[in-house]
């Protein structure tokens, strides 16, 4: 597993990142956490406001109150989708344990609505950052939302302001994956071909 950030190029970390779910209990180093969070301040932003605030909970209370809401979040997220007798739990009891939780929040905007891009699209850039620079220094992570199911008893939880929303549950640690990196295998994607078009929509993109 790559440690050194140096020895990752970009587009190492672009095609090999996937969502890490599950984490060696090895704690990520302060002067570590500090540099993700400083790669995820380098983002893009509406007007550079800058409205992107990071809740980092590392405190076993702390793990505790997220994993317990986050259970609850999925039980209501199966109700919602008709699947009560499934609800899986496995990644939400795990954060108990997980070294770093990263609830990723967003000031209000009052821009108007045509160029209000919402608070996931003011945070988002900065969570993406944020998980390339952890992906460097061997960390994996996973961008997460079905623990807004329980948004508001988070929020509470965590003395976040009614008037700020949360975006983002990001885990942080040492993945332990099947794959021999450590990771969770090969990324799948559907080829450009699909996904880019050619001037008018629908007409393939092929380069
Ligand atoms: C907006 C968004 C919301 C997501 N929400 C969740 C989530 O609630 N729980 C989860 O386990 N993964 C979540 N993911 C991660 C996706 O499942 C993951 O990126 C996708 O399956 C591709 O997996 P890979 O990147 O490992 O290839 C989310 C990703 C995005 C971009």
Not at 57 to 68: D, F, L, T
Not at 85 to 100: A, D, H, K, M, N
Not at 135 to 163: N, Q
Request: proline fraction near 8%.
């Amino acid at each position: 597993m790559t440690t050194k950030p140096e020895d990752t190029t970009l587009f190492d970390a672009i095609y090999t990142m996937r969502g890490i779910r599950k984490f060696k209990p090895d704690p990520v180093p302060d002067d570590v956490l500090k540099k993700v969070l400083e790669a995820a301040v380098q983002a893009p932003n509406g007007g550079n406001y800058q409205r992107w605030r990071f809740v980092v909970v590392r405190s076993a209370e702390g793990k505790r109150k997220v994993s317990q809401l986050a259970v609850k979040a999925a039980g209501i997220e199966a109700g919602v989708q008709g699947r009560e007798g499934v609800v899986r739990t496995e990644f939400q009891e795990s954060l108990l344990t997980v070294p770093v939780i990263i609830i990723v929040t967003s000031l209000a905007s009052n821009m108007p609505p045509a160029a209000n891009v919402g608070p996931h699209g003011r945070t988002f850039p900065a969570v993406q950052n944020l998980l390339l620079a952890a992906s460097a220094y061997g960390l994996g992570g996973c961008i997460t939302t079905s623990f807004r199911y329980a948004d508001a008893e988070v929020k509470k939880a965590l003395g976040i302001p009614d008037d700020v929303d949360t975006t983002t549950l990001v885990p942080l640690g040492y993945p332990t994956g099947d794959a021999p990196d450590g990771r969770h295998g090969p990324k799948t994607r559907k080829p450009i071909e699909e996904v880019a078009f050619d001037e008018t929509w629908g007409t393939p993109l092929v380069l």
